[in-house]
Nanobody, 124 residues
Framework: QVHLVESGGGLVQAGGSLRLSCAAS????????MGWFRQAPGKEREFVAA????????AYADPVKGRFTISGDNAKNTVYLQMNSLKPEDTAVYYC?????????????????WGQGTQVTVSS
């Protein structure tokens, strides 16, 4: 019912910035809570950031607090992840996801729809 496509990943030097985009299509009249997750090779998928369906609340994982910002453009059905002061530890495939409803959550199992991911590589 919801199709998500990430873009904006790439190679960047440590200290640089990237902005990831997640375009949603399908049942977008539902104001889903949206989240960003990431997964590095050999590691578990981890929560990065989330925004409530109302847009009134956000949450961030400790490692990215103060560096990453999640935002949305409802008119474009797009969610963004602005990533600043990138570190090599941020290297991973980044996934956007839509939750089952409008309630913000940091739990991956609460998300129903997932994009294919976009690679972010931060060099030292």
């Amino acid at each position: 019912q919801v199709h998500l496509v990430e873009s904006g990943g790439g190679l960047v030097q440590a200290g640089g910035s990237l902005r990831l985009s997640c375009a949603a299509s399908g049942r977008t009249f539902i104001r889903y809570a949206m989240g960003w997750f990431r997964q590095a090779p050999g590691k578990e998928r981890e929560f990065v950031a989330a925004v409530s369906g109302s847009g009134g609340g956000t949450a961030y994982a400790d490692p990215v607090k103060g560096r990453f910002t999640i935002s949305g453009d409802n008119a474009k059905n797009t969610v963004y992840l602005q990533m600043n002061s990138l570190k090599p530890e941020d290297t991973a495939v980044y996934y956007c996801a839509a939750a089952a409803d409008w309630t913000m959550t940091t739990e991956a199992n609460e998300y129903r729809y997932w994009g294919q991911g976009t690679q972010v590589t931060v060099s030292s």
